[in-house]
């Protein structure tokens, strides 16, 4: 455990969810061109992203049931592989149901990666330090994000759709031979045969996890943390500011590449005070949503144009959700049995998707409800304006809301069992400041 060919593993599985993200997130730079290639209106176009993340959040549990059985080099290296088709077919396509077939396939492959790249890095790895590679991993894999954003952009604008996305799919390609030849599902896969658990045993495991408060309370908390910045950067943040805030494609790139910097230095920081204060998890889940909230209603009231620091505190207070949402998976881990991980871990990853999911498809029907009733065309410059946007993000504030009012109600009963079960009594985080402030006075 945590040998040099363990973090040999931790390097295929963090290669494997850049090139994942980057497949995820390769949609968002084009929606423009979407728009124009397909001929469709707002609704049409988030349905490609959304279609992508419900098949995403369906394939989690099964996913999660499978890692259990098989072990996580399966899954990564056919994750890749169905992304590749995925995306070949994306780059041929010329109508919006051939798009939706490439973006199912995407979805599917990305479904099989992030969970089962967690779930290899549990096999190689002990003690405190998962919470921090957990961490790490997710930052790692945010720069796929910034590969969408600038090269693949930049290829995008200079040799066309189809020849932009093969070359997308030819880099999966390179992710399934890199596994098949490197990766190992455990440092204990290469003395012995990994014991594969019955399908019956699996699917109890799966039950546990799901009775468990502890994993819904990892679920709600990647649900309200993680949503907001997926259906910014997978789909509304780029038309939102190269058309609505005026700034252009380049600008917009730029931007959007702020918000993996900032989880860059945010999630190693998150994974440090996770590990040291494991009581305190979900008070930094909801202090991040909170600033979240307060920054997006401060933009979107303000009057006429945003500054461009308040955009700037917007995508950083949004990109620290991203590492936030992994303190979920931290909860999975924490209050289920190992043998139970890859389907608690599944559990959990559907949060945020799902919310994200619902946010864009909603965000998307405000947009075109509003083109409609103002009596527009449909076209780029009048279905992104800002005074669109404006009205339409508030849906945030209903899909999060909702995950808010679950998460403390799951929080409650988390620590109800815990106090029952270990005799641990996690007081309100305003008691534990004052007993600390009271005991360094004295």
Same mark, same amino acid.
């Given at each position: 455990?945590?040998s040099?060919?363990?973090?040999?593993?931790?390097?295929v599985?963090?290669?494997?969810?850049?090139?994942?993200?980057?497949?995820?997130?390769?949609?968002?730079?084009?929606?423009?061109?979407?728009?124009?290639?397909?001929?469709?209106?707002?609704?049409?176009?988030?349905?490609?992203?959304?279609?992508?993340?419900?098949?995403?959040?369906?394939?989690?549990?099964?996913?999660?049931?499978?890692?259990? !059985?098989?072990?996580?080099?399966?899954?990564?290296?056919?994750?890749?592989?169905l992304?590749?088709?995925?995306?070949s077919?994306?780059?041929?396509?010329s109508?919006?149901?051939a798009?939706?077939?490439g973006?199912?396939l995407?979805?599917?492959?990305?479904?099989?990666?992030?969970?089962?790249?967690?779930?290899?890095?549990?096999?190689?790895?002990?003690?405190?330090?998962?919470?921090?590679?957990?961490?790490?991993?997710?930052t790692?894999?945010a720069?796929?994000?910034?590969?969408?954003?600038?090269?693949?952009?930049?290829?995008?604008? !200079?040799?066309?759709?189809?020849?932009?996305?093969?070359?997308?799919?030819?880099?999966?390609?390179?992710?399934?031979?890199?596994?098949?030849l490197?990766?190992?599902?455990?440092?204990a896969?290469?003395?012995?045969?990994?014991?594969?658990?019955?399908?019956?045993?699996?699917?109890?495991?799966?039950r546990?996890?799901?009775r468990t408060?502890?994993?819904?309370?990892?679920?709600?908390?990647?649900?309200?943390?993680?949503?907001?910045?997926?259906?910014?950067?997978?789909?509304?943040?780029?038309?939102?500011?190269s058309?609505?805030?005026?700034y252009?494609?380049?600008?917009?790139?730029?931007?959007?590449?702020?918000?993996?910097?900032?989880?860059?230095?945010?999630?190693?920081?998150?994974?440090?005070?996770?590990?040291?204060y494991?009581?305190?998890?979900?008070?930094?889940?909801?202090?991040?949503?909170?600033?979240?909230?307060?920054?997006?209603?401060?933009?979107?009231?303000?009057p006429?144009d945003?500054?461009?620091?308040?955009?700037?505190?917007?995508l950083?207070?949004?990109?620290?959700?991203?590492?936030?949402?992994?303190?979920?998976?931290?909860?999975?881990?924490?209050?289920?049995?190992?043998?139970?991980?890859?389907?608690?871990?599944g559990?959990?990853n559907?949060?945020?998707?799902?919310?994200?999911?619902?946010?864009?498809?909603?965000?998307?029907?405000?947009?075109?409800?509003?083109?409609?009733?103002a009596?527009?065309?449909?076209?780029?410059?009048?279905?992104?304006?800002?005074?669109?946007?404006?009205?339409?993000?508030?849906?945030?504030?209903?899909?999060?809301?909702?995950?808010?009012?679950?998460?403390?109600?799951?929080?409650?009963?988390t620590r109800?069992?815990?106090?029952?079960?270990?005799?641990?009594?996690?007081?309100p985080?305003?008691?534990?400041?004052?007993?600390?402030?009271r005991?360094?006075?004295?």
């Open positions: 455990m945590n040099r060919r363990a973090w040999l593993m931790f390097g599985a963090a290669f494997a969810y850049i090139v994942a993200v980057m497949q995820r997130s390769s949609l968002g730079v084009a929606a423009v061109e979407a728009t124009d290639r397909y001929g469709i209106a707002a609704t049409a176009l988030s349905s490609l992203a959304v279609v992508q993340l419900i098949v995403y959040a369906a394939l989690q549990i099964p996913v999660g049931v499978v890692i259990d !059985r098989v072990g996580p080099r399966t899954l990564i290296a056919l994750g890749a592989a992304m590749a088709v995925g995306q077919t994306l780059s041929v396509s109508t919006l149901g798009a939706l077939v973006r199912i995407v979805g599917a492959g990305d479904a099989m990666t992030f969970i089962s790249a967690i779930r290899l890095l549990s096999g190689w790895f002990a003690g405190r330090s998962l919470p921090l590679l957990s961490q790490l991993l997710g790692i894999g720069f796929g994000q910034v590969i969408s954003a600038f090269p693949l952009a930049a290829a995008l604008h !200079r040799w066309g759709w189809t020849p932009t996305y093969l070359s997308a799919a030819g880099i999966s390609v390179v992710v399934v031979v890199v596994v098949v490197l990766a190992s599902n455990s440092h896969a290469t003395t012995a045969p990994p014991v594969r658990p019955a399908w019956a045993a699996s699917v109890g495991y799966l546990q996890s799901l408060p502890g994993t819904q309370l990892g679920f709600w908390s990647h649900y309200v943390s993680q949503s907001s910045l997926t259906a910014f950067t997978l789909l509304w943040g780029f038309p939102f500011l058309i609505g805030l005026g252009g494609p380049t600008a917009a790139a730029a931007l959007l590449t702020l918000t993996v910097v900032v989880g860059a230095v945010s999630g190693p920081a998150l994974g440090i005070l996770t590990a040291r494991p009581l305190r998890r979900s008070n930094l889940v909801l202090g991040i949503v909170t600033t979240m909230a307060i920054t997006w209603a401060a933009l979107l009231a303000w006429g945003p500054p461009l620091w308040l955009l700037i505190v917007l950083v207070s949004i990109a620290i959700g991203g590492p936030a949402s992994l303190i979920g998976l931290d909860f999975a881990r924490s209050f289920n049995p190992a043998r139970a991980l890859g389907s608690a871990s559990i959990v559907v949060g945020g998707f799902m919310a994200s999911l619902l946010i864009m498809l909603l965000v998307g029907i405000v947009l075109d409800l509003i083109d409609k009733a009596g527009g065309t449909g076209s780029p410059a009048e279905l992104y304006s800002f005074g669109s946007f404006r009205i339409a993000f508030l849906v945030q504030y209903l899909v999060v809301g909702i995950g808010v009012v679950f998460l403390l109600h799951a929080r409650r009963r109800h069992r815990l106090h029952a079960e270990e005799g641990i009594e996690v007081d985080l305003w008691v534990a400041v004052v007993r600390a402030w005991r360094r006075r004295a």
